[in-house]
């Protein structure tokens, strides 16, 4: 979806955006699907939500594929520890997001906020390879990985909350509650905004 650059404009000086330049493309993706969706910026977003704004996406765990015996190993045991999620496109213009659903609540909705943006800013899928012994391969462009997880984090946890969490002594362990995420999102979240300092404080 092409942004709304008049409102992105409108944005700077509201304090809704870190003090971290290199970030702000990614917190106006955040943003931009906030505000589609008319949620706050403290509430918890519910993981589901963005793919309605997506024509033609079905979103749906492994657990509810129906596969062979054979094509079970690629998603159990050992392999179910190697993957987290993946969009993939079909020849007739839809496209299935598939997530693993051996995996928390708050991972999976890491994940699949992460497989929306991919959707979202238009990212070419990356070919996979898989093997008839479990293994795979896939291209990988550390950019693209970073545009999206980073977006979907700021949308999960927005730059303002989080501030002000911090600013009131909430520690890092209820933010992640409050917006059901894990810790290690909020920390990576307080290091990419450059509030180090204000968590130190808390």
Request: glycine share 6%.
């Amino acid at each position: 979806m092409p942004p709304n650059f008049a409102l992105r404009r409108a944005r700077k000086g509201t304090g809704v955006l870190p003090p971290n330049p290199t970030r702000w493309e990614q917190e106006h993706n955040a943003l931009d699907v906030r505000h589609e969706l008319s949620l706050g910026l403290d509430v918890q977003l519910p993981h589901a939500a963005p793919f309605g704004l997506l024509r033609d996406v079905y979103v749906c765990s492994n657990k509810e594929l129906r596969l062979e015996p054979h094509q079970i190993c690629y998603f159990s045991g050992q392999n179910s520890r190697k993957w987290s999620g993946m969009c993939i496109p079909y020849p007739n213009g839809t496209t299935l997001v598939l997530y693993n659903g051996d995996h928390p609540e708050r991972r999976v909705r890491a994940t699949l906020m992460e497989e929306f943006f991919h959707l979202w800013l238009g990212h070419r899928p990356d070919r996979l390879r898989l093997l008839s012994s479990g293994e795979g391969s896939r291209d990988f462009d550390p950019t693209k990985e970073s545009d999206a997880y980073g977006s979907g984090a700021a949308a999960l946890v927005p730059y303002k909350s989080l501030r002000a969490m911090l600013s009131q002594g909430y520690s890092v362990n209820q933010i992640a509650d409050h917006f059901l995420v894990s810790e290690q999102m909020i920390q990576f979240r307080i290091r990419v905004s450059k509030l180090i300092r204000l968590r130190r404080r808390a």
